[in-house]
Nanobody, 124 residues
Framework: QVQLQESGGGSVQTGGSLTLSCQSDNNPYNYYCMAWFRQVPGNEREAVAAITTADSTPTYPDSVKGRFAISLDKLRNMMYLQMNSLAPEDTGMYYC?????????????????WGRGTQVTVSS
C-alpha cells in the first residue's frame, strides 16, 4: 500500500497560480492511474485532473482544461498539479489519489488510495 501526501496549497488571488505536489512513500505506479480531486464542504469530490501512470496521458474535465496541468516524476515518486488562472470556484480541499480506473479516470470510486488533502483558497 502506498501513502500519499499533498503539499503546496495556500491562498491566492483570482488569476494567480499554484503548484500542488503529491509525494508517495512507495512506488505508486502499480496503479493504473493517479488523479487530483477537489472537494468543498457539502459537495462530493470532483476530479480536476487524472493521468495514466504507464504513459502519462492526462485527462481533464472541461472546467479546468487549458488552466490545469497534471504531471508525474517517476524518479521521485511525485505527482504535480500546475494550476493557472485560478478563480474563486477553484477553492477547495485538493486530494491526490491512486487507483485502477477500470470504469474511467474521473470518478472518485475508481481510486483506492487517498492523501489527506491540501487547502486551496482563491479570493476575488
Amino acid at each position: 500500500q502506498v501513502q500519499l501526501q499533498e503539499s503546496g496549497g495556500g491562498s491566492v488571488q483570482t488569476g494567480g497560480s499554484l503548484t500542488l505536489s503529491c509525494q508517495s512513500d512507495n512506488n505508486p505506479y502499480n496503479y493504473y492511474c493517479m488523479a487530483w480531486f477537489r472537494q468543498v464542504p457539502g459537495n462530493e469530490r470532483e476530479a480536476v485532473a487524472a493521468i495514466t501512470t504507464a504513459d502519462s496521458t492526462p485527462t481533464y474535465p472541461d472546467s479546468v482544461k487549458g488552466r490545469f496541468a497534471i504531471s508525474l516524476d517517476k524518479l521521485r515518486n511525485m505527482m504535480y498539479l500546475q494550476m493557472n488562472s485560478l478563480a474563486p470556484e477553484d477553492t477547495g480541499m485538493y486530494y491526490c489519489a491512486a487507483g485502477y480506473c477500470l470504469q474511467g479516470m474521473l470518478q472518485p470510486q475508481e481510486y483506492n488510495r487517498w492523501g489527506r488533502g491540501t487547502q486551496v483558497t482563491v479570493s476575488s
